[in-house]
């Protein structure tokens, strides 16, 4: 099992040195990655859920977050859960990933892509929200084909992207392309998954039948693929094998504490105890 943390801006703010503490410290600790997730716009009454998010919540922009981190330590991981594909186009998007791995020694690998579940936010960036499902299908196969090209350039021709001869560099470090993992507990990020996932990392709130339905639906398209799930910073090992047992590998936890050094000490009570 491989063990990422979560770092939420909407709840600890945008303060570079927590960040940066907090980040380093995680690596020091042994997390193999750190996650930071995605929302473009907020506005009065976004709910999803039943759960409203206050417009207010400072949540910063993650490829930029991650860049920041990167900066400031040397081998873990950078994630996201999740960035909000169909609100980006997948041309700039490709060159910003590539960028972001290549400036950290190869280290954006665990990216990890929903479609969003607020209206407003589609409508805020000029995406009809009922087409973000394919928008999404067609960003992945146009970042993974621009990745993957040389200097001759390559061609595609969608619903919603169409370019002839682009030539898109700096490269993935040594990968020709970048992992994509799908986040979503619809059935449709499952298939999404299936087809074209290099990973599945579900969330929301199923039933243990629901939650097993989903991952032989990812895990059933023939391509090799991670599980990963959210944890809870208290799990014990008997919790980590029940996890196991479901197939997962990898589990993301958050620190509840509210201040800084208290963070500090949940991460090393999950280390001490778990690695």
Excluded at 178 to 201: E, N, Q, T, V, W
């Amino acid at each position: 099992m491989k063990f990422a943390v979560n770092y939420a801006t909407a709840q600890f703010g945008v303060d570079p040195s927590h960040l940066i503490r907090f980040a380093q410290h995680a690596e020091e600790c042994g997390f193999e990655a750190i996650y930071v997730p995605e929302h473009v716009v907020l506005y009065r009454g976004a709910t999803f859920g039943g759960v409203e998010f206050p417009p207010t919540m400072p949540i910063a922009d993650p490829l930029e977050t991650l860049s920041f981190v990167a900066a400031a330590t040397s081998r873990i991981l950078l994630g996201t859960g999740v960035l909000l594909l169909p609100y980006h186009h997948p041309v700039v998007l490709a060159k910003r990933l590539a960028t972001v791995d290549a400036l950290s020694g190869g280290r954006m690998r665990l990216l990890t892509v929903g479609v969003g579940s607020l209206p407003g936010e589609a409508a805020g960036v000029g995406v009809d929200y009922h087409s973000r499902g394919r928008r999404a299908d067609e960003a992945i196969d146009v970042m993974r084909l621009l990745w993957a090209g040389d200097a001759s350039g390559v061609d595609f021709d969608g619903e919603f992207y169409s370019f002839t001869g682009l030539v898109s560099y700096p490269k993935p470090v040594g990968a020709p392309t970048l992992p994509i993992h799908i986040g979503g507990s619809s059935r449709a990020a499952a298939r999404r998954a299936a087809l074209r996932g290099d990973g599945y990392f579900p969330g929301g709130m199923p039933t243990p039948d629901e939650r097993a339905a989903q991952w032989r639906t990812a895990s059933g398209g023939g391509r090799p693929m991670e599980y990963t799930r959210w944890g809870s910073i208290e799990i014990t090992e008997q919790g980590i094998s029940g996890y196991a047992s479901q197939g997962v590998t990898r589990l993301v936890v958050g620190v509840t504490a509210p201040t800084l050094a208290e963070q500090l000490d949940q991460l090393s009570a999950f280390a001490a105890r778990l690695f």
